[in-house]
């Protein structure tokens, strides 16, 4: 079982203190995940994110597919970086990074996740065709929704 890596950087014109606040706050998530998606949040929502913080979602991934996820943040370090992991969901292993660099007229939010599909082989053939693709589309209208409530990045 191959393990895959997806990074996706985005600049933002705020301070490091608001990216963190908007990051680390569960509730946000929904702000920016695709409508298609139907994400909920169903518990975990209640606390800015910390070491051991259990949140449970359902999501739908794909259409007629629902199902939930449930994730821990196993590590934060204020207002650099916190990292969550997937204990029950759609992936195999889900491993996912978040880093907030702060640059010249803003900040820098990278995520980074490396992830196994599910469904062993089966999987292997439909991660370019149907998970890949589905993963890009997810971090790029994240990218569209932090753009639209923060403002695009000037240099």
């Known amino acids: 079982m191959s393990l895959h890596e997806i990074?996706?950087?985005i600049k933002l014109p705020i301070s490091k203190k608001e990216a963190w606040a908007f990051l680390s706050n569960p509730k946000n998530l929904q702000k920016i995940m695709p409508d298609d998606m139907g994400f909920q949040i169903i518990s975990g929502l209640n606390k800015q994110t910390y070491p051991g913080q259990i949140i449970q979602y359902k999501v739908t991934p794909?259409?007629?597919?629902t199902t939930k996820w449930?994730?821990?943040?196993?590590?934060?370090?204020?207002?650099?970086?916190?990292?969550?992991?997937?204990?029950?969901?759609p992936y195999k292993l889900w491993h996912h990074k978040h880093f907030i660099k702060e640059i010249k007229n803003g900040v820098e939010i990278t995520d980074v996740v490396h992830y196994q599909v599910p469904f062993g082989f089966i999987g292997e053939l439909l991660r370019p065709i149907?998970?890949?693709?589905?993963?890009?589309?997810i971090f790029n209208q994240r990218t569209s929704k932090m753009?639209?409530?923060f403002g695009?990045?000037?240099n």
């Open 7 to 9: 990074k996706q950087s």
């Open 62 to 65: 794909f259409k007629g597919y």
């Open 70 to 89: 449930v994730t821990e943040i196993t590590q934060v370090q204020e207002p650099d970086y916190f990292v969550d992991i997937q204990l029950l969901g």
């Open 130 to 137: 149907l998970i890949k693709p589905k993963l890009k589309q």
């Open 147 to 149: 753009h639209a409530i």
């Open 152 to 154: 695009a990045y000037k």
